[in-house]
């Protein structure tokens, strides 16, 4: 059984930086693809970016791409999440995620490939 944690979420204003951290136990962390996801009040679960098992590959959604940095310490068994020039509509729970199988491709971006989940972090951007 995998366990996920997330950590850093706050309040900021528009235009400014939060870093998110997701711990992991349980499991083999370094086997794992690992995903960031976004759901704000009265829509879906948004992708926001996902690492794979080795790091040496990333994806972002359109919405952050530019600004979200995602990264992974596999001797840590972290994946921060680095969120830079903020915007009110990144207002939203964000969700760590583990995904055992370590294919990558176009399917790390639907949450229902994800085996585990975090119970969320609240990131709050005022304008």
């Known amino acids: 059984q995998v366990q996920l944690v997330e950590s850093g979420g706050g309040l900021m204003q528009a235009g400014g930086s939060l870093r998110l951290s997701c711990a992991a136990s349980?499991?083999?962390?370094?086997?794992?693809?690992m995903g960031w996801f976004r759901q704000a009040p009265g829509k879906e679960r948004e992708f926001v970016a996902a690492?794979?098992?080795?790091?040496?590959?990333?994806s972002y959604g359109d919405s952050v791409r530019g600004r979200f940095t995602i990264s992974r310490d596999n001797a840590k068994n972290t994946v921060p999440l680095q969120m830079n020039s903020l915007k009110p509509e990144d207002t939203a729970v964000y969700y760590c995620?583990?995904?055992?199988?370590?294919?990558?491709?176009?399917?790390?971006?639907?949450?229902?490939?994800?085996?585990?989940w975090g119970q969320g972090t609240q990131v709050t951007v005022s304008s």
């Open positions: 995620a583990a995904r055992i199988s370590a294919g990558w491709g176009i399917l790390i971006q639907y949450h229902n490939q994800y085996n585990y």
């Open positions: 349980g499991g083999i962390f370094s086997r794992y693809v």
């Open positions: 690492i794979s098992s080795g790091g040496g590959s990333t």
